[in-house]
């Protein structure tokens, strides 16, 4: 068998007014020829793990991971079969910066908060 990691693409800081959450997409695609009969493609980033089926879907497959900005540098991405360790691949990413607004350029220092009290 074989499994490659063959690109790896990161979106930029996005920030949800509504929840108040940073995500970034990452998205990992992955190639594999003669795979072990009934095993998945496990894809793993940033604590999060994805699989692909090859019996139902064609080489190469692209998987979206939604990951935090935190500036971070060389997290780890795996590609694996299930229980095979013959075919495996690994690769990394650099996370975004933060984007929250009520923090412009990571710099709060700033900024006046209300609490409410007098």
Not at 38 to 56: H, N
Not at 65 to 78: A, C, E, K, R, Y
Request: charged fraction near 15%.
């Amino acid at each position: 068998c074989s499994l490659a990691i063959t690109d790896v693409d990161l979106g930029p800081c996005t920030y949800d007014d509504a929840t108040g959450v940073m995500s970034a997409f990452l998205d990992v695609e992955v190639t594999w020829a003669y795979p072990p009969s009934g095993e998945l493609i496990e894809i793993i980033a940033d604590g999060q793990t994805l699989t692909v089926d090859p019996s139902s879907s064609s080489s190469p497959e692209t998987v979206r991971f939604f990951v935090t900005p935190d500036g971070s540098l060389n997290n780890p991405i795996s590609a694996q079969f299930e229980t095979s360790t013959g075919c495996a691949d690994t690769d990394d990413f650099n996370s975004p910066i933060p984007c929250n607004p009520q923090c412009p350029n990571a710099d709060c220092v700033n900024i006046n908060v209300s609490t409410g009290a007098d």
